[in-house]
């Protein structure tokens, strides 16, 4: 008969002292004194005991759920907690919130082209004036990205592996379609940014039309459309934004495609906002309704805010200078 040790770690606080999900100790660490809760079964051997816990054999026999103190440092509890189902948990739910957050600020941002094309222009130098900051500030939600879909497909990958033989009359009864599909409508957001990315801030999708005398004079790239203006006098050029989002809309496969990944979008985030509320345990029956309500007006407000700029765009509501 085999035997093994268990242990739920507790909750997980700044100094990296605890964390959560399954973890291996050598036999020397559970003691009475440290573990009070703990249940060492005297009958095993000692010498089965030391080599039983230090392997980390682990089985489904027992299970203890105590608080550990260890001498960590920040980096090596964040693995543990990555490590652990609990703890990706929690990260995918942090991830996707931040997710959220850039989501909507980025939304309010590009919304300034409906103001015309001196606004959204001054708000895209704006951000470029800030220099090194803004490629941090790129590099850090990259890493958020990046982070919360691998942790989302490791989860995943673990639920399927948990049962490896799949049910021969599987019939979901509350599960909708988009929390079923949480990583697929995952994916086609991630195929989505690449072309996004791809499109307008590396310019290396489409082109710009130039016409001269209402005839075309050849194409542009988008990052080489540029607007003169004058700073306190002095006459200035910078990146004309306002056109590059014209120009890039009209385009019927590109709106169509703009518009189709925002709905999946709005899927994605509607169930998401839902699970991040029931990973942190504030669901509450006083409170669902407001949350729903308000996680649907969120969800709503950035699925139409994002597109009616193609929309606005390619019937001609929004229109070149001198159109």
Not at 87 to 107: E, I, P, R, W
Not at 125 to 137: E, F, R, V, Y
Not at 192 to 200: G, T, W
Request: glycine share 8%; with cysteine; hydrophobic share 45%.
């Amino acid at each position: 008969m085999r035997y093994h040790a268990v242990m739920l770690i507790g909750a997980a606080d700044h100094n990296g002292r605890y964390a959560y999900g399954q973890a291996d100790f050598n036999v020397r660490q559970l003691t009475r004194r440290s573990f009070p809760s703990c249940h060492i079964d005297r009958r095993i051997p000692k010498t089965t005991r030391s080599n039983l816990l230090s392997s980390s054999i682990i089985e489904d026999t027992a299970l203890m759920s105590t608080t550990v103190s260890a001498k960590t440092s920040p980096l090596a509890w964040l693995r543990s907690l990555a490590n652990s189902t609990v703890g990706s948990k929690y990260l995918v739910g942090t991830t996707g919130a931040l997710l959220l957050g850039f989501v909507l600020v980025h939304m309010i941002g590009n919304l300034q082209v409906f103001l015309g094309r001196e606004m959204l222009n001054k708000y895209a130098q704006g951000l470029k004036d800030t220099g090194p900051l803004l490629w941090i500030a790129r590099g850090g939600l990259l890493t958020v990205f990046l982070v919360h879909i691998g942790l989302a497909l490791r989860l995943k990958l673990r639920s399927r592996n948990a049962r490896p033989i799949r049910y021969q009359h599987e019939d979901t009864v509350q599960a909708s379609w988009v929390s079923q599909h949480m990583v697929l409508t995952g994916l086609v957001i991630l195929a989505f940014v690449i072309f996004h990315l791809a499109h307008y801030t590396l310019g290396l999708v489409g082109s710009a039309t130039t016409i001269i005398d209402s005839q075309s004079a050849g194409s542009v790239n988008f990052l080489d459309l540029k607007e003169t203006y004058f700073d306190q006098g002095v006459a200035k050029t910078r990146h004309d934004v306002y056109s590059m989002v014209i120009h890039g809309f009209r385009s019927l496969p590109v709106s169509i495609l703009y518009i189709v990944a925002q709905v999946l979008l709005g899927l994605h985030l509607l169930h998401g906002a839902k699970s991040v509320f029931q990973t942190f345990g504030l669901n509450h029956g006083r409170w669902n309704m407001p949350i729903r309500l308000a996680t649907m007006a969120t969800t709503a407000a950035i699925v139409v805010g994002n597109i009616a700029m193609p929309l606005a765009v390619y019937f001609r509501l929004l229109k070149l200078p001198g159109e």
